[in-house]
């Protein structure tokens, strides 16, 4: 029932940063970043909540940074030092309750935007 539109992703070099946003159509206690390479099922990358907590893979710790602006429901993933293995389909997810960084505990997804890391 939420409805989530990403934007952001693109073609970069690894070493490079870009950043996603997302914008949700109602206020949600949890927004998640996940994402999805072939072959592959889709994984948590980056949680915030509302008030702020956030949480994050370990693969992506160092590197990725998320944050949200609760006035414009919108979530960000600041995504640097960027890797070819980071390459993935990227997908925000809402939750109503805290984040998890579990693709089952989600319902409310956006259509994705690709992110494709060269090296």
């Known amino acids: 029932q939420v409805q989530l539109v990403e934007s952001g992703g693109g073609s970069v070099q690894a070493g490079g940063s870009v950043q996603l946003s997302c914008a949700a159509s109602?206020?949600?206690?949890?927004l998640e970043w996940f994402r999805q390479a072939p072959g592959k099922e889709r994984e948590g990358v980056a949680g915030?909540?509302?008030?702020?907590?956030?949480y994050y893979a370990d693969s992506v710790k160092g590197r990725f940074t998320i944050s949200r602006d609760n006035a414009r429901n919108t979530v960000y993933l600041q995504m640097n030092s960027l890797r070819p293995e980071d390459t993935a389909m990227y997908y925000c997810?809402?939750?109503?309750?805290?984040?998890?960084?579990?693709?089952?505990?989600?319902?409310?997804w956006g259509q994705g935007t690709q992110v494709t890391v060269s090296s």
């Open positions: 109602t206020s949600t206690y949890c």
């Open positions: 915030i909540e509302y008030f702020g907590k956030t």
């Open positions: 997810g809402a939750r109503r309750g805290t984040c998890t960084l579990r693709y089952s505990d989600f319902r409310d």
